[in-house]
T-cell receptor, first 113, second 114 residues
Framework: EAQVTQNPRYLITVTGKKLTVTCSQN?????MSWYRQDPGLGLRQIYY???????DKGDVPEGYKVSRKEKRNFPLILESPSPNQTSLYFC????????????FGQGTRLTVV | AQSVAQPEDQVNVAEGNPLTVKCTYS??????LFWYVQYPNRGLQFLLK??????LVKGSYGFEAEFNKSQTSFHLKKPSALVSDSALYFC????????????FGAGTILRVKS
C-alpha cells in the first residue's frame, strides 16, 4: 500500500531535549516536505527536499533541522525544542511537478513542556 | 506571493442538503488548486485538484469543485451531504515559484447534522 509513515504519532517532551520525528515513504517520490498545523493558520511548510541531499527552508524553519540521506526517508530534528514548537506535524511526499498531489502521513502531535 | 483564503471557519448543513465550502486564491501564473480533507486524528487525504481544462472537477467521495477564474475561486461542493462528511477541509494552491510547496488556507470545519 502506498503510504507515508511518521513516527511517533504522539510525543510529550521537555524543553531542550533533542528529538527526531521520522518520516518514510514507499512511493519513490522525489519531493518530501514537513508542515506544521496550528489552529487558524492551516499548514505551513517547515522544510522541503527536492531529492537526496537537497534540502531547503520553507516558511517556518527556525528551530528545526532535516536531512535526506536516502530517497525514502526525511526525518525532522528538533535540537532544542521549545514550547512554541508544540504543534501537529505532517510529513508529505509527491512526484515532481506542480500538478501532482501530495500524500500526507498520519501526523505527529508534539507537546513541549 | 501565493495565498488562499477560506472565509468560513465553520459550515453547518443538514444531512441530505447540498454543501459548499468556499475558497478563494491569489496566485501569479496558472493556478494549481487542491482540496484535502482531515478526519479527527488522521492525516490529510486528497480529494481533488484543478490543473487545467473543465471548470468542474470531480473527486473522491462524491465531492466536486468549481473553478472560477474571474472570481479566483475554487469552491468545494457536494449535492447531498452525509454525516460522515463532517471533517476539516483545506484548500491549497501550488506555489508557482517553489513548485513543491503547497500554500494552505486556514481550514473550514464542516458539520453535517442528521
Amino acid at each position: 500500500e502506498a503510504q507515508v509513515t511518521q513516527n511517533p504519532r504522539y510525543l510529550i517532551t521537555v524543553t531542550g531535549k533533542k528529538l527526531t520525528v521520522t518520516c518514510s515513504q514507499n512511493m519513490n517520490h522525489e519531493y518530501m516536505s514537513w508542515y506544521r498545523q496550528d489552529p487558524g493558520l492551516g499548514l505551513r511548510q517547515i522544510y522541503y527536499s527536492m531529492n537526496v541531499e537537497v534540502t531547503d527552508k520553507g516558511d517556518v524553519p527556525e528551530g528545526y533541522k532535516v536531512s535526506r540521506k536516502e530517497k525514502r526517508n526525511f526525518p525532522l530534528i528538533l535540537e532544542s525544542p521549545s514550547p512554541n514548537q508544540t504543534s501537529l506535524y505532517f510529513c508529505a511526499s509527491s512526484l515532481r511537478g506542480r500538478n501532482t498531489e501530495a500524500f500526507f502521513g498520519q501526523g505527529t502531535r508534539l507537546t513541549v513542556v | 506571493a501565493q495565498s488562499v483564503a477560506q472565509p468560513e471557519d465553520q459550515v453547518n448543513v443538514a444531512e441530505g442538503n447540498p454543501l459548499t465550502v468556499k475558497c478563494t486564491y491569489s496566485v501569479s501564473g496558472n493556478p494549481y488548486l487542491f482540496w484535502y480533507v482531515q478526519y479527527p486524528n488522521r492525516g490529510l487525504q486528497f480529494l481533488l485538484k484543478y490543473i487545467t481544462g473543465d471548470n468542474l472537477v470531480k473527486g473522491s467521495y462524491g465531492f466536486e469543485a468549481e473553478f472560477n477564474k474571474s472570481q479566483t475561486s475554487f469552491h468545494l461542493k457536494k449535492p447531498s451531504a452525509l454525516v460522515s462528511d463532517s471533517a476539516l477541509y483545506f484548500c491549497a494552491v501550488r506555489d508557482n515559484e517553489y513548485g513543491n510547496k503547497l500554500v494552505f488556507g486556514a481550514g473550514t470545519i464542516l458539520r453535517v447534522k442528521s
